[in-house]
């Protein structure tokens, strides 16, 4: 059997296209050295040796609240997670899950009793960075890179980029999957009732079935819809006792968006790595049969273009999986993260919830106006712009864009001809046109 395994990495990774994903993520490792940190915990690191910020410790959070409101992590992002899915998992349980509270930069891991908070930064060149900080008063506290984390976070579910994933299980009591049950990666595209396993939901969300808020067993029917029976809570109190947290919610829209999010700054990242690599290599062996730059070979056009429309496909909710029914969140995350949206002169965003239908009344990502997304290579920038400009003015009518009406493509165009910086001249020259 050992022998066929070359032959399956080798055939995945021509699937993906020019040396494949394999030999990318061995580029990238090597390109990492060489770049400096700048994510969001990075800066605040020198910050607090500079004496410019302090950090409070509390007796039973110790430094949790202190960094979320330093990093501008919104309570109401809490989401919580039971399976032994983490770094801690001697530390999670059912009666004691994971708290993760995230932004558009960075997610805050934390557990009751247990030695470190877990964070994760993204980082618009290097993807996401991983650090913990130690739960114990100090008066110098500092965040120390993660180690041990790759093993997770640069992975296939991750394209090999370091990125962050939203994992749904078949839990058991005691939040270890059960048996050989099959696992899931949540994004906006994932059938409800592959979501959150392992996972506390707190929400409405009418007759619409998830694996949230339940344990299995060797002997469920995991094929049977009708034995998601979690659904549709308004409060956690029958389930677990949650002193000594933050809040008493796991908000299904934060849950949402944040499966949306980390599977949105994934592809943004390795768009990014993938062109870098790609224009390295074919610069290599331009060099290596003497000829000039500036034809790509094959591979290189195939490799630039899947990884462009994978994620314009994406960022425009391609295949989001239909809502059953109008879903409602419990607390006030859904209205803090809509006040943050670049509104256009309508008051329009891409943070407005639709809720009734799908996750997003104008559905094209919020993940747009990111430092990570302005800071992809030109290359693939200058060719997602003109692919998404080719969907928005209606001359892409591929059926991947079919759930796109003429009303959503003006929309988007609108808001963003009013809100994106430097955006190419010829999606205002469109604007006008549909004026």
């Known amino acids: 059997m050992k022998r066929f395994v070359p032959l399956l990495i080798l055939l995945v990774g021509l699937l993906l296209g020019g040396y494949g994903i394999f030999s990318s993520a061995a580029s990238a490792q090597q390109s990492r050295r060489t770049l400096t940190r700048n994510d969001v915990v990075a800066r605040f690191q020198q910050r607090l040796e500079r004496g410019d910020v302090q950090l409070e410790f509390a007796e039973t959070t110790g430094y949790l609240a202190s960094v979320l409101k330093l990093l501008e992590v919104p309570i109401s992002s809490q989401t919580l997670v039971f399976s032994k899915t983490s770094l801690q998992s001697n530390h999670i349980s059912p009666t004691n899950p994971r708290a993760i509270y995230f932004n558009d930069n960075v997610y805050v891991g934390w557990i009751r009793g247990a030695e470190l908070i877990e964070i994760a930064a993204y980082d618009p060149l290097l993807g996401a960075e991983l650090y913990v900080l130690e739960q114990k008063k100090s008066e110098q506290p500092r965040f120390?890179?993660?180690?041990?984390?790759?093993?997770?976070?640069?992975?296939?579910?991750?394209?090999?980029?370091?990125?962050?994933?939203?994992?749904?299980i078949y839990a058991a009591s005691t939040g270890s999957g059960v048996g050989e049950a099959r696992s899931f990666i949540t994004d906006h595209t994932s059938p409800f009732t592959e979501r959150w396993g392992g996972w506390y939901v707190t929400g409405t969300h009418g007759a619409t079935k998830h694996l949230g808020n339940?344990?299995?067993?060797?002997?469920?029917?995991?094929?049977?819809?009708?034995?998601?029976?979690?659904?549709?809570?308004?409060?956690?109190?029958?389930?677990?006792?949650?002193?000594?947290?933050?809040?008493?919610?796991s908000d299904i829209v934060a849950m949402m968006v944040m499966s949306h999010q980390t599977q949105g700054q994934n592809l943004i990242s390795w768009l990014g790595q993938e062109t870098r690599i790609a224009l390295k290599e074919q610069e290599e062996l331009d060099k290596a049969a003497q000829r000039p730059t500036g034809e790509w070979d094959a591979s290189t056009k195939f490799r630039i273009n899947y990884a462009v429309d994978e994620l314009l496909k994406y960022l425009l909710f391609a295949n989001e999986a239909a809502f059953e029914a109008p879903i409602t969140g419990t607390n006030n995350f859904a209205q803090e993260f809509a006040a943050l949206g670049h509104k256009d002169k309508q008051g329009r965003s891409f943070r407005d919830f639709d809720l009734q239908r799908r996750l997003f009344r104008y559905p094209c990502?919020?993940?747009?106006?990111?430092?990570?997304?302005?800071?992809?290579?030109?290359?693939?920038?200058?060719?997602?712009?003109?692919?998404?400009w080719l969907v928005l003015s209606g001359q892409n009518q591929e059926k991947a864009f079919a759930s796109l009406t003429t009303t959503d493509r003006k929309a988007i165009l609108e808001i963003l001809c009013d809100t994106k910086k430097n955006l190419p001249d010829y999606f205002h020259t469109s604007k006008r046109d549909t004026e």
């Open 365 to 388: 990502s919020y993940l747009i106006y990111t430092a990570a997304f302005d800071q992809l290579p030109k290359t693939a920038l200058d060719l997602l712009y003109r692919k998404l």
């Open 214 to 249: 339940m344990f299995f067993s060797g002997d469920t029917d995991l094929d049977d819809p009708a034995a998601l029976t979690g659904g549709n809570l308004k409060s956690l109190d029958a389930k677990v006792d949650l002193r000594g947290y933050l809040s008493p919610h």
């Open 144 to 168: 120390q890179l993660g180690i041990g984390c790759s093993g997770c976070h640069v992975a296939g579910n991750t394209r090999f980029v370091p990125g962050v994933l939203m994992r749904s």
